[in-house]
């Protein structure tokens, strides 16, 4: 397995950027400040921190043609304009395809041409090019090209002496300097494999990945938590909470404890209240002061219900329905009445005032006439209750007539409707939804609690303009008028305001201890902080989510770690290079037939 192969085999196990990286090495061979920004993104998109990127990872498809890489490089010449020690200028020296010999005298110029070599090709030991420094003037500066071949390439490429080239620096140069420097120096092995460099590229990699995930991380290492906590009671459940808090921290667990319920709130402000009550000089005093206060909301709380229930939809809808009902009866009734009483009767017999009459004479014929006698009296020798007449048989028919009459189930119905439509009108006249001791109370209502006071001013004002509606339409015999208010009810909130005042009066008979001072001041600590949280809620959970991406950029940045790579690249080194070149090395020594003297290659442990 070759050294690419065994990196694409290792690569599998590597994060995604890494793999992409490497992908972008084979093929472009460096990595750009913005192959950088992309390869940090593809990390941070892996833990959370970015949108989800698009990766390409290192595959087969990706491997470069070795072939095409091995090409082979020949010189083919050096051309000397100027300023390289004391050449002649304009002067080329060609190279044939095999074996070139160059030679002359000293001085001729050899080594000269061989330190342009030197300097733009592979060599131990380079030199630098100097000027013709016995021109007697300023040195030049030095100005060559080198042409070459690679591969079977028709024309030469030229190398003009500027920066490095890469098919240039494969050529190696060897001369009797740096012979002296193998000999008599300690020197690293200058050969490495292709692909081997992928590992220091990736390791040059991971080092910027980091600057970068640690740059962005330091922006997110402050805390608001620091100045929300001087603001929380020591000691509380909220306190002990935030102390805690990390990136595991779940959202939902802040909001339930700064999530304060009516009960709380309600806890909350007897427990303050009870308190204050517990610093008065007189205890006893306060409670028969709030006793007095409490006797007066129950009070208020009974005339309350009384007006609720007095313009309630129900009251309302019962006068209008009873309404309606006597007008279906009196039609029914007068029906009746022309069935019942034959022509010839006076006018307006089997009215109302007529009625009215009738049961004038029953009453008189009860009471006084023929008491413990049923209404009418008609036997022998009766008379008439009205003219006081003896009654013929005409008149004793027409008297039960009229009785059959007004005792009929239509006329009874009738006028209990009407009785019942004039009580429940009569409610609604009489009802007075507001009185001086109503006003009294809301006065002392509003020292302490104007909002409640207030509340119920405005639901009294409502339910007096919903029953001036209501009687208006009675009194004029109209329907209720559309924009009667709707009924406003106030019980609760004063029912409450009243049970606060009874826990006040209970807390001050029964807390009369200092331990029982202490435990409710904690409790009322405790609630204190919550509803403190709440107002901070946002911050805790914003500062949950900042502990977070810290902790992701954590895990990014251990990504960036190198020590793997560098081991991976030592195994592959050592199994690619240090063992072939051993067997290389021996190989050639035996074609040499260098065997009077042992000589063995060893790897220097660093």
């Known amino acids: 397995m070759n050294v690419l192969q065994e990196i694409l085999e290792w690569s599998q196990g590597r994060p995604m950027w890494q793999r992409d990286a490497l992908r972008r090495l084979v093929l472009n061979g460096e990595l750009s400040d913005e192959d950088i920004s992309s390869l940090t993104e593809i990390c941070k998109s892996a833990h959370g921190l970015a949108e989800q990127q698009e990766t390409d990872p290192l595959a087969k498809e990706h491997m470069p043609d070795r072939a095409a890489g091995a090409d082979p490089v020949s010189l083919v010449s050096i051309f000397h304009h100027r300023g390289v020690n004391a050449l002649?200028?304009?002067?080329?020296?060609?190279?044939?395809?095999?074996?070139?010999?160059?030679?002359?005298?000293?001085?001729?110029?050899?080594?000269?041409?061989?330190?342009?070599?030197?300097?733009?090709c592979r060599a131990r030991g380079q030199e630098h090019i100097l000027g013709n420094v016995v021109s007697g003037t300023a040195p030049l500066a030095p100005v060559v090209a080198i042409k070459y071949k690679v591969g079977t390439e028709p024309e030469p490429r030229e190398w003009a002496g500027n920066g490095e080239d890469e098919f240039v620096s494969r050529v190696s140069v060897f001369d009797t300097q740096?012979?002296?420097?193998?000999?008599?120096?300690?020197?690293?092995?200058?050969?490495?494999?292709?692909?081997?460099?992928?590992?220091?590229?990736?390791?040059?990699?991971?080092?910027?990945?980091r600057v970068k995930l640690e740059g962005e991380q330091r922006a997110l290492a402050s805390s608001a938590l620091t100045v929300i906590q001087t603001q929380i009671p020591e000691g509380t459940a909220v306190a002990k909470f935030l102390v805690n808090i990390s990136s595991l921290t779940k959202p939902e667990a802040v909001q339930t404890l700064a999530c304060l319920s009516a009960d709380d709130e309600a806890r909350l402000a007897l427990l303050e209240k009870s308190?204050?009550?517990?610093?008065?000089?007189?205890?006893?005093?306060?409670?028969?002061?709030?006793?007095?206060?409490?006797?007066?909301?129950?009070?208020?709380?009974?005339?309350?219900?009384?007006?609720?229930?007095?313009?309630?939809?129900?009251?309302?809808?019962?006068?209008?329905?009873?309404?309606?009902?006597?007008r279906r009866k009196s039609e029914e009734a007068k029906r009746l009445r022309e069935a019942t009483f034959p022509e010839g009767m006076l006018a307006g017999t089997g009215s109302e005032s007529w009625k009215t009459l009738w049961e004038s004479a029953r009453l008189f014929s009860q009471e006084l006439a023929y008491p413990?006698?049923?209404?009418?009296?008609?036997?022998?020798?009766?008379?008439?209750?009205?003219?006081?007449?003896?009654?013929?048989?005409?008149?004793?028919?027409?008297?039960?007539?009229?009785?059959?009459?007004?005792?009929?189930?239509?006329?009874?119905?009738?006028?209990?409707?009407?009785?019942?439509?004039?009580?429940?009108?009569?409610?609604f006249i009489e009802l007075k939804t507001t009185t001086e001791t109503v006003e009294e109370t809301l006065k002392e209502i509003r020292i302490d609690r104007e909002a409640v006071a207030d509340a119920i001013a405005v639901a009294l004002a409502a339910n007096e303009i919903r029953?001036?509606?209501?009687?208006?339409?009675?009194?004029?015999?109209?329907?209720?008028?559309?924009?009667?208010?709707?009924?406003?009810?106030?019980?609760?909130?004063?029912?409450?305001?009243?049970?606060?005042?009874?826990?006040?009066?209970?807390?001050?008979?029964?807390?009369?201890?200092?331990?029982?001072?202490?435990?409710?001041?904690?409790?009322?600590?405790?609630?204190?902080?919550?509803?403190?949280?709440?107002?901070h809620q946002r911050a805790v959970l914003d500062d949950i989510e900042r502990r977070k991406k810290y902790a992701a950029y954590g895990l990014c940045i251990e990504e960036t770690k190198t020590q793997a790579i560098t081991q991976k690249s030592s195994a592959v080194t050592k199994t690619v290079v240090s063992q072939r070149l051993k067997q290389s090395f021996s190989d050639e020594l035996v074609n040499l037939a260098f065997s009077h003297i042992e000589v063995e290659l060893k790897e220097l442990e660093l």
């Open 88 to 120: 002649a200028e304009d002067q080329t020296l060609n190279f044939a395809p095999g074996l070139t010999v160059v030679y002359g005298d000293n001085g001729a110029g050899k080594t000269g041409y061989i330190r342009i070599l030197k300097s733009a």
């Open 178 to 209: 740096c012979a002296a420097i193998y000999l008599t120096e300690k020197t690293d092995v200058a050969f490495r494999p292709f692909g081997l460099d992928l590992f220091d590229k990736l390791v040059k990699a991971c080092k910027a990945v």
């Open 467 to 535: 029953r001036t509606a209501v009687v208006v339409a009675l009194t004029d015999d109209k329907d209720l008028a559309a924009d009667c208010p709707d009924l406003v009810s106030i019980v609760r909130e004063t029912e409450a305001l009243a049970g606060e005042v009874e826990a006040r009066i209970k807390t001050l008979r029964t807390s009369t201890t200092d331990e029982t001072r202490k435990r409710m001041n904690a409790e009322a600590q405790e609630l204190r902080a919550r509803k403190m949280l709440a107002t």
């Open 372 to 427: 413990g006698k049923a209404f009418p009296v008609v036997e022998d020798g009766a008379h008439c209750v009205l003219c006081q007449q003896d009654l013929e048989h005409a008149a004793v028919q027409r008297l039960k007539q009229f009785e059959a009459f007004v005792a009929s189930t239509t006329e009874r119905e009738l006028r209990r409707i009407r009785e019942d439509f004039a009580r429940l009108r009569k409610a």
């Open 275 to 326: 308190l204050l009550d517990l610093q008065a000089n007189d205890p006893d005093k306060l409670v028969k002061q709030l006793t007095l206060r409490l006797g007066r909301l129950q009070t208020l709380i009974r005339h309350l219900k009384d007006v609720e229930a007095a313009v309630s939809a129900e009251a309302v809808a019962a006068v209008f329905n009873a309404r309606i009902e006597g």
